[in-house]
């Protein structure tokens, strides 16, 4: 489906637009365009790529049997904000207080809110919420995170904070913020640390059922694929010049450690 940056609203138009053009099969990347591509047709095979789990948000009847012309791959990217703010709170215990950045246009941001408050109690620290869904919020934020006395930051996950990286971890590098994201593309840009799953697996799994579809098997047939590789990413760069040692135990369960 073609991109609609933040505008998540776009998406039922995009979809019809595509079908009024006889399009063979619809590949849909993220929550919002899955259940959009869905609401706009029954019979137009669909491939999609989400991270929030698609059969609580009604986009398959169940994983194994998806039914009807729509399967895909889930990569989990709303259900680890949990072990990302227990990584977070290892790397820097010292951090009583957490913000946590949310894109309030996102579905799964209240599902993402409810995680991060259940994994602080459980760790002992408290959560201050942040919400950002344009560029211009961003400087707002961070004013608000130094007003709260925040000693580090949880990104949520989000398609909008993906395509925003580099602005966030540059914003979180000035305001000497420990921070974790969701993909190793952020730690990649300079980001502190990253967990999540490896996206060019999960697009490369979709690929790979569109191309399935195309040569003329049925969505219904094609259980959803669940991702099953994770990456725990340290930027060692960033922590120096946070002033952090990265303790030998943490940096020894890194997927990746990027010098």
């Known amino acids: 489906m073609a991109a609609a940056e933040r505008h998540f609203d776009?998406?039922?138009?995009?979809?019809?637009?595509?079908l009024r053009h006889g399009v063979a099969l619809l590949v849909a990347v993220s929550n919002d365009a899955a259940l959009a591509a869905?609401?706009?047709?029954?019979?137009?095979?669909?491939?999609?790529?989400?991270?929030?789990d698609p059969v609580a948000l009604g986009v398959v009847a169940?994983?194994?049997?998806?039914?009807?012309?729509?399967?895909?791959?889930?990569?989990f990217t709303q259900g680890l904000e949990e072990k990302r703010l227990g990584l977070l709170h290892e790397l820097v215990p010292a951090a009583t207080t957490i913000a946590v950045l949310v894109n309030p246009n996102y579905s799964p941001a209240e599902n993402q809110l409810r995680d991060a408050h259940e994994a602080a109690a459980r760790l002992g620290v408290q959560v201050v919420v942040l919400r950002a869904n344009t560029e211009t919020d961003f400087d707002a934020v961070f004013a608000d995170l130094v007003r709260q006395r925040a000693g580090a930051l949880l990104v949520c996950a989000s398609p909008f904070f993906f395509g925003?990286?580099?602005?966030?971890?540059?914003?979180?590098?000035?305001?000497?913020?420990?921070?974790?994201?969701?993909?190793?593309?952020?730690?990649?840009?300079?980001?502190?640390?990253?967990y999540g799953t490896n996206i060019n697996d999960a697009y490369r799994q979709m690929g790979v059922y569109a191309g399935r579809i195309?040569?003329?098997?049925?969505?219904?047939?094609?259980?959803?694929?669940?991702?099953?590789?994770?990456?725990?990413?340290?930027?060692?760069?960033?922590?120096?010049?946070?002033g952090i040692e990265v303790p030998p135990t943490l940096s020894a369960r890194a997927d990746e450690v990027i010098e």
């Open 214 to 242: 195309l040569k003329g098997e049925k969505p219904a047939d094609l259980p959803v694929v669940q991702s099953t590789k994770f990456e725990f990413v340290i930027n060692l760069s960033t922590a120096r010049a946070l």
């Open 164 to 194: 925003r990286r580099q602005q966030l971890t540059v914003l979180a590098a000035r305001h000497a913020v420990p921070s974790i994201y969701e993909w190793r593309e952020f730690a990649a840009a300079g980001g502190l640390m990253s």
């Open 62 to 75: 169940s994983l194994n049997r998806p039914g009807g012309n729509i399967t895909g791959i889930y990569f």
């Open 38 to 52: 869905k609401r706009a047709t029954a019979t137009t095979p669909i491939v999609f790529g989400m991270g929030g």
């Open 10 to 18: 776009r998406f039922p138009a995009f979809a019809a637009d595509l």
